[in-house]
């Protein structure tokens, strides 16, 4: 018995039973989604996934298969997007032999129907699978994206003092975006201090100070000056205890302190109004 | 081979880089800086590089040796106009330019030449 008549036979039964399964399929997907999507909806994906199945059983349509696939990733892609867990995603699929094998259990010889049938349900679950992790990265990056965003802006504080509060662990990566956001700021604005505030670098190592060296360097090549503040107590002792040398730069406690330099740098002088 | 202009104002004398620098452009400019600085005992040269986009590690030796010469003849260098790519490469060439000044602009560079002298 070749593999086109079997599924074709299959395909044919299931046709015949497609009310019964659309419904019972649905209920176990609906079930499994705990009510996050309407059963509307729920029966409206089921019965456009259960023609395209049969479809591509049938074997009359060649792109049916394909097709097929394309729903399925578009509908994993959704689930990944909308925070559903991998097994509520994949278990979709899977309902769908649990739901044919209660079917077929009356019917003794449609078994190597069913075992074909099975290992295809298979294939499209690790589809569905594949196409959910990597939607789950795509996501991942974007926020890792955002986050670098957000987490290096660069802050006018007086004419010509521009600040860069540092938030997060500083690797070579966000080392390069925040001197090339400074540098660029720096000749923007014609800002000729610059003052780096490590208050929210929760470790500095001798690679972290390292980068900070580097943008202090490549700020001072722009004939800009600066300042680095925010050094916290425990910091200062691992600085210490490493070895680590900031050289001629200059350090202050609190970014306070390191404005009040700047302004002296600059030439002013703030007093009581 | 292309020639770099030196132009004097008051005490400063200013150059201006706007050719790709080949060596002996290069070597062409040091000689003219140390003619005109003994020439003219100008105590301060301004090197103008907003149109420098490349740099290696060659040109940073050039700016760090036009520095040294120009200190024999008690004048002070100050490199101003630097783009920010170029800073950058310079950092991770591991040059610091020790010897010359710094100023993002012309206008600043010759405010500190002049808050010297």
Same mark, same amino acid.
């Given at each position: 018995?070749?593999?086109?008549?079997?599924?074709?036979?299959?395909?044919?039964?299931?046709?015949?039973?497609?009310?019964?399964?659309?419904?019972?399929?649905?209920?176990?997907?609906?079930?499994?989604?705990?009510?996050?999507?309407?059963?509307?909806?729920?029966?409206?994906?089921?019965?456009?996934?259960?023609?395209?199945?049969?479809?591509?059983?049938?074997?009359?349509?060649?792109?049916?298969?394909?097709?097929?696939?394309?729903?399925?990733?578009?509908?994993?892609?959704?689930?990944?997007?909308?925070?559903?867990?991998?097994?509520?995603?994949?278990?979709?699929?899977?309902?769908?032999?649990?739901?044919?094998?209660?079917?077929?259990?009356?019917?003794?010889?449609?078994?190597?129907?069913?075992?074909?049938?099975?290992?295809?349900?298979?294939?499209?679950?690790?589809?569905?699978?594949?196409?959910?992790?990597?939607?789950?990265?795509?996501?991942?990056?974007?926020?890792?994206?955002?986050?670098?965003?957000?987490s290096?802006?660069?802050?006018?504080?007086?004419?010509?003092?521009?600040?860069?509060?540092l938030v997060g662990t500083l690797d070579?990566?966000r080392?390069?975006?925040?001197?090339?956001?400074?540098?660029?700021?720096?000749?923007?604005?014609?800002?000729?201090?610059?003052?780096?505030?490590?208050?929210g670098v929760p470790t500095v190592d001798?690679e972290v100070?390292?980068h900070?060296?580097?943008?202090?360097?490549?700020?001072?090549?722009?004939?800009?000056?600066?300042?680095?503040?925010?050094?916290?107590?425990?910091?200062?002792?691992?600085?210490?205890?490493?070895?680590?040398?900031?050289?001629?730069?200059?350090?202050?406690?609190?970014?306070?302190?390191?404005?009040?330099?700047?302004?002296?740098?600059?030439?002013?002088?703030?007093?009581?109004? | 081979?292309?020639?770099?202009?030196?132009?004097?104002?008051?005490?400063?004398?200013?150059?201006?880089?706007?050719?790709?620098?080949?060596?002996?452009?290069?070597?062409?400019?040091?000689?003219?800086?140390?003619?005109?600085?003994?020439?003219?005992?100008?105590? +301060? @040269?301004?090197?103008?590089?907003? %149109?420098?986009?490349?740099?290696?590690?060659?040109? =940073? &030796?050039?700016?760090?040796?036009?520095?040294?010469?120009?200190?024999?003849?008690?004048?002070?260098?100050?490199?101003?106009?630097?783009?920010?790519?170029?800073?950058?490469?310079?950092?991770?060439?591991?040059?610091?330019?020790? +010897? @010359?000044?710094?100023?993002?602009? %012309?206008?600043?560079?010759?405010?500190?030449?002049? =808050? &010297?002298?």
């Open positions: 018995m070749d593999v086109d008549s079997t599924q074709g036979r299959m395909a044919a039964y299931m046709r015949d039973h497609q009310e019964k399964v659309v419904g019972r399929w649905s209920e176990l997907v609906a079930a499994g989604v705990r009510g996050r999507i309407s059963a509307v909806e729920v029966r409206r994906e089921i019965e456009d996934l259960y023609s395209l199945v049969i479809r591509s059983m049938s074997g009359a349509d060649e792109q049916a298969y394909g097709e097929l696939r394309a729903a399925l990733a578009e509908l994993s892609r959704s689930r990944a997007r909308n925070g559903f867990s991998p097994t509520e995603t994949a278990l979709g699929v899977f309902a769908l032999k649990d739901v044919v094998y209660e079917l077929v259990a009356d019917a003794d010889d449609l078994v190597p129907e069913f075992l074909g049938f099975s290992r295809m349900i298979d294939d499209l679950g690790l589809h569905t699978f594949e196409t959910y992790a990597a939607a789950r990265e795509e996501i991942i990056a974007g926020q890792a994206m955002t986050m670098m965003e957000l290096t802006p660069v802050v006018r504080l007086w004419e010509g003092i521009i600040a860069v509060p070579s990566a080392t390069q975006l925040v001197m090339e956001k400074l540098l660029d700021t720096l000749v923007a604005t014609g800002a000729d201090h610059a003052v780096l505030d490590i208050t001798t100070a390292q900070l060296l580097k943008t202090v360097n490549a700020a001072r090549l722009l004939g800009a000056d600066c300042t680095i503040c925010g050094i916290r107590p425990q910091v200062a002792h691992t600085i210490v205890s490493l070895g680590i040398e900031f050289g001629d730069i200059a350090t202050k406690a609190t970014l306070a302190d390191a404005l009040a330099h700047a302004l002296k740098r600059a030439g002013l002088k703030v007093g009581p109004a | 081979m292309e020639r770099v202009p030196i132009v004097k104002i008051g005490q400063t004398l200013f150059v201006s880089i706007q050719i790709d620098l080949q060596d002996e452009s290069v070597l062409r400019l040091q000689e003219d800086l140390a003619d005109e600085l003994s020439k003219t005992g100008a105590h +301060g @040269v301004i090197i103008d590089i907003t %149109a420098v986009e490349i740099v290696d590690s060659f040109i =940073g &030796r050039m700016l760090t040796m036009i520095g040294s010469i120009s200190r024999l003849f008690d004048a002070e260098t100050v490199i101003v106009g630097m783009r920010p790519a170029v800073a950058i490469t310079l950092t991770e060439l591991g040059l610091s330019l020790r +010897g @010359v000044r710094t100023a993002l602009n %012309a206008d600043k560079g010759l405010e500190m030449l002049n =808050g &010297r002298t």
